[in-house]
């Protein structure tokens, strides 16, 4: 089955122990023999002397790279978390029959090369060594392994974070239109049976309007003063509706708005929630107030229910308190008094 194009990949650990290698092999090539006797009554003036460490350190990187292969294997086929026994019953059947007769076959044949007499004791403490020294490397090498995992792991788990936070962040972004245009087209409709001209002119508003909207589907923040002349744009498309009935007040100066930054169409769904849950007409007109109090933007209205409510997909607020958790680590904050209903927006300072 082919993996889907946005799966993230499983982690590869990748280890380069190439200069571990070539101090490793070389060290234990010419200490082991020295500290054991295996160079006898041979001195630097013979040349089997200098041979001899030739020879030693070949048996010290057949060994190295012989278990570290075998190691690699086992990895493929067991883990420490689903069968610990079996992998480390074979670790150590790998190390124990292929370090030890190897050992044991290549101190002979250096014996009956130099002309020495064989000597086992000798020949079972290096084997000896020889395993304790691939059990002590090979659990250096696992423990770089289960390090590397985890950071692996980690490393895997922050992008699958970041993979469903942006995620979400698209599917709440998605919802804007749906939610934006069921508002919009209400409007039109009530435009289109009581000022056909007008309806013309909303239409082509909206036009720009929602150009703006998909414009910004791909950024995460604005500049406050980019969303502040959006709506701008957007209350002109309301105008046309509502006529005076609407009126907009900012309570800050313009150079505020510079120095934020906010999500985009943000402030426009707090305005819109607003627009839709409240009764607006030359008799009872909307004010919609603006205000900024230490990084937060309030947007506040009077509380003037509609009588006859029309249905709510009950998204707007919603999806924005979980678009500001996404983007900036803060929730909204929205509540109401006896007269007023507000919203409150964290801002980013630039």
Avoid at 143 to 148: A, G, L
Avoid at 165 to 174: I, P, Q, V, Y
Avoid at 177 to 206: C, G, Q, R, V, W
Wanted: proline letters at 4%; one cysteine or more; a neutral charge.
């Amino acid at each position: 089955m082919s993996q889907p194009e946005n799966a993230l990949p499983e982690p590869q650990v990748e280890l380069n122990d190439k200069t571990i290698r070539l101090i490793g092999i070389p060290f234990f090539g010419i200490a082991i023999p020295n500290l054991t006797g295996m160079f006898g009554t041979l001195g630097i003036r013979d040349g089997a002397y200098w041979l001899g460490y030739v020879y030693f350190i070949s048996l010290a990187a057949l060994i190295w790279h012989g278990n570290r292969y075998l190691l690699f294997r086992t990895r493929k086929r067991f883990t420490w978390f689903d069968r610990p026994i079996e992998k480390l019953i074979l670790l150590f059947m790998n190390n124990i029959f292929y370090t030890s007769p190897l050992t044991i076959a290549w101190l002979c044949m250096w014996y009956v090369w130099v002309g020495f007499d064989v000597k086992w004791n000798t020949i079972l403490i290096v084997t000896l060594v020889n395993v304790i020294c691939v059990l002590f490397v090979t659990h250096v090498y696992e423990t770089v392994f289960m390090v590397k995992e985890q950071q692996g792991e980690q490393v895997r788990n922050a992008q699958l974070s970041k993979a469903k936070a942006e995620a979400e962040l698209e599917a709440l972004k998605n919802q804007i239109d749906p939610h934006f245009m069921f508002n919009s087209l209400n409007s039109l409709s009530y435009l289109i049976s009581t000022h056909p001209p007008t309806a013309k002119l909303f239409t082509e508003n909206l036009a720009d309007v929602y150009r703006y909207i998909l414009s910004q589907k791909d950024r995460s923040l604005v500049v406050l003063e980019d969303e502040f002349a959006f709506m701008e744009k957007y209350a002109e498309l309301l105008r046309l509706r509502f006529g005076k009935a609407l009126d907009l007040q900012k309570h800050f100066n313009g150079s505020t708005e510079k120095e934020f930054l906010i999500p985009p169409i943000s402030a426009f769904v707090a305005l819109e929630n607003a627009v839709k849950h409240n009764e607006i007409s030359e008799r009872v007109p909307l004010r919609i107030d603006f205000h900024m109090d230490h990084d937060v933007l309030r947007i506040e209205n009077h509380l003037q229910p509609k009588r006859s409510l029309q249905h709510s997909s009950h998204i707007g607020l919603k999806n924005l308190d979980e678009r500001f958790k996404i983007l900036t680590g803060k929730g909204i904050e929205s509540g109401k008094s006896a007269e007023v209903f507000y919203v409150l927006l964290p801002l980013i300072r630039i």
